[in-house]
C-alpha cells in the first residue's frame, strides 16, 4: 500500500506542491519518498530515506538531491541502495 501526503503544515511550511508517499514498509523498517515540485522561495528539492528499528536503536539512512529531478533509472538505484543497506549494532 502506497501513503500520500500533500502540503502537511508545519513539516513542509505549508507548500501546496509537497508531496510524501510511502512506497514500502514493514515491521522492520520504512521507505519514504518526499518532493517538493515547486516552492517559492526554495530550490526544488527531492528525498529518499529509509527508516530502519532496531532493538534499540533507529536508524535514519536518506539520499537527497537539490535542484535537479532525478530520472527514474537513478531514482530506481537509490530506492535498491537503500533497501538493501545494512546497519549493525556496536
Not at 33 to 44: F, K
Amino acid at each position: 500500500m502506497v501513503k500520500t501526503g500533500t502540503g502537511w503544515k508545519g513539516v513542509t511550511g505549508g507548500c501546496a506542491t509537497s508531496r510524501w508517499t510511502t512506497p514500502q514498509q514493514d515491521s522492520a523498517s520504512i521507505l519514504h519518498e518526499w518532493r517538493d515540485i515547486s516552492c517559492e522561495g526554495y530550490l526544488h528539492q527531492h528525498q529518499i530515506g529509509r527508516v530502519v528499528l532496531g532493538k534499540c536503536y533507529v536508524w535514519m539512512l536518506s539520499y537527497g538531491m537539490r535542484d535537479k529531478e532525478l530520472s527514474a533509472d537513478e531514482r530506481a538505484m537509490r530506492i535498491q541502495t537503500l533497501l538493501t543497506a545494512k546497519v549493525a549494532e556496536s
